[in-house]
T-cell receptor, first 115, second 112 residues
Framework: ETGVTQTPRHLVMGMTNKKSLKCEQHLGHNAMYWYKQSAKKPLELMFVYNFKEQTENNSVPSRFSPECPNSSHLFLHLHTLQPEDSALYLC??????????????FGPGTRLLVL | DAKTTQPPSMDCAEGRAANLPCNHS???????VYWYRQIHSQGPQYIIH???NNETNEMASLIITEDRKSSTLILPHATLRDTAVYYCIVRVRSYNTDKLIFGTGTRLQVFP
């Protein structure tokens, strides 16, 4: 248990569906991240939020829409996805400007299958 | 691209020390070396990190060479539950954002 929770853990959706992934951190951190891990590929950073402001968008298609209403919650809204978007989506959080480095702690991930 | 290179796989006997090497020859002076591991289909688990000095915690030890161009993660007494993919990562800073750029890691197999 890392203090970062993600729901749902598994999701199957059609290409015309709209769904949202939720991440919540209980660590008092002020930065949150979305990563994507496709089969047999390294984790890819998608979005970064610092103090609720988006500071990084790693050329992610607009069918992925992040939302960070406060420093404890992060959402990833999904619409009109493609089968190649099937992957493990991971959320992480960290405390910016902390002494000794800013360690990111990951949630368990949401396994997404797009049909 | 990841700034680290690791062997794709390693084996280790249970109870023995597992020594996982990592090369990061282009590391900058203020960039930390982080180690994470990922057990199949779970989120990456933080293990340890360091800047210049060797570090030890309850999970592992991190040995960083004096020139900082390589490091070794040591699991002193490997167990079957340590079977996982181990990632060595150089944390880079870009536009006030800290990034962990994951490579393909080392798949450690601990056998009985």
């Amino acid at each position: 248990e890392t203090g970062v929770t993600q729901t749902p853990r598994h999701l199957v959706m059609g290409m015309t569906n709209k769904k949202s992934l939720k991440c919540e951190q209980h660590l008092g951190h002020n930065a949150m991240y979305w990563y994507k891990q496709s089969a047999k590929k390294p984790l890819e950073l998608m979005f970064v939020y610092n103090f609720k402001e988006q500071t990084e968008n790693n050329s992610v298609p607009s069918r992925f829409s992040p939302e960070c209403p406060n420093s404890s919650h992060l959402f990833l809204h999904l619409h009109t996805l493609q089968p190649e978007d099937s992957a493990l989506y991971l959320c992480a959080s960290s405390q910016k400007h902390s002494a000794g480095g800013e360690t990111q702690y990951f949630g368990p991930g949401t396994r997404l299958l797009v049909l | 691209d990841a700034k680290t290179t690791q062997p794709p796989s390693m084996d280790c006997a249970e109870g023995r020390a597992a020594n996982l090497p990592c090369n990061h020859s282009t590391i900058s002076g203020n960039e930390y070396v982080y180690w994470y591991r990922q057990i199949h289909s779970q989120g990456p688990q933080y293990i340890i990190h360091g800047l210049k000095n060797n570090e030890t915690n309850e999970m592992a030890s991190l040995i960083i060479t004096e020139d900082r161009k390589s490091s070794t993660l040591i699991l002193p007494h490997a167990t079957l539950r340590d079977t996982a993919v181990y990632y060595c990562i150089v944390r880079v800073r870009s536009y006030n954002t800290d990034k962990l750029i994951f490579g393909t890691g080392t798949r450690l197999q601990v056998f009985p």
